[in-house]
Every structure is written in structure tokens, then in C-alpha cells.
């Protein structure tokens, strides 16, 4: 059972940066994957970015150029750096994981309890 558990959100001014960070466990690395989704009241969790077991990145147009997924395997831990954050940024962020061709799936089975990210004009 892979657990999550992210923090780094908070408040920020338009033009700034937030570095979220989310600690995993449990599970096996082989075919895992992970990601970072995001949801606005009243909408949809969507995903925003992407790792996969090889190292491969994908992002959403959205945050493209400005948030960088990536993964740090000595410390289990997985990182979004976010810069240039806009007011439509904000949301409630998530860290996910889940496996093989379920990687390409829009949702991920196992997921951290979310990490709040405001940012104001």
C-alpha cells in the first residue's frame, strides 16, 4: 500500500513561488509513477504533471514553463516547484501514485490527504 503525505503549500502573491514536497512510502518502485493534480472547488481533479518509472516528465499546457515535477529517491520524496504563479493557480494540490499502464490513466489510485496553494493578485 503506497501512502502520501504532502506540505509546502500556502500563500503567495501573483509572480511568486511555492515548493511543494510529498514524502512516499510503502509500495514498490518498479512501473510506479507519479503526479501532481490539483482541484478547484466544483471542478474536477485534474493532472498538472508527471513522472514516470524512467524518468520522463510530462506537464499540462497550463503550468508548461513554470512548475517542475521531479523526484528525489534518496529522500522517497517528490517535489513541485512552482514559479511564476498566477491567481488561477490556485487550488487544492495533490500528490499521487499508481502503476504500469495505469500511469496514463487521467486519475491515480492512491493518493496524499492535499496541500492548499492561494495565490492572490
Known amino acids: 500500500q503506497v501512502q502520501l503525505a504532502e506540505s509546502g503549500g500556502g500563500s503567495v502573491q501573483a509572480g511568486g513561488s511555492l515548493r511543494l514536497s510529498c514524502v512516499v512510502s510503502?509500495?514498490?518502485?518498479?512501473?510506479?509513477?507519479l503526479g501532481w493534480f490539483r482541484q478547484t472547488p466544483g471542478n474536477q481533479r485534474e493532472r498538472i504533471a508527471r513522472?514516470?518509472?524512467?524518468?520522463?516528465?510530462y506537464y499540462e499546457d497550463s503550468v508548461e514553463g513554470r512548475f517542475t515535477i521531479s523526484l528525489d529517491a534518496t529522500k522517497n520524496t517528490l517535489y513541485l516547484q512552482m514559479n511564476n504563479l498566477l491567481p488561477e493557480d490556485t487550488a487544492m494540490y495533490y500528490c499521487?501514485?499508481?502503476?504500469?499502464?495505469?500511469?496514463?490513466?487521467?486519475?491515480?489510485?492512491?493518493w496524499g490527504q492535499g496541500t492548499q496553494v492561494t495565490v492572490s493578485s
Open positions: 499521487a501514485a499508481d502503476y504500469a499502464m495505469r500511469c496514463y490513466m487521467p486519475l491515480y489510485n492512491y
Open positions: 510503502g509500495g514498490t518502485e518498479n512501473s510506479r509513477c
Open positions: 513522472i514516470l518509472s524512467d524518468g520522463r516528465t
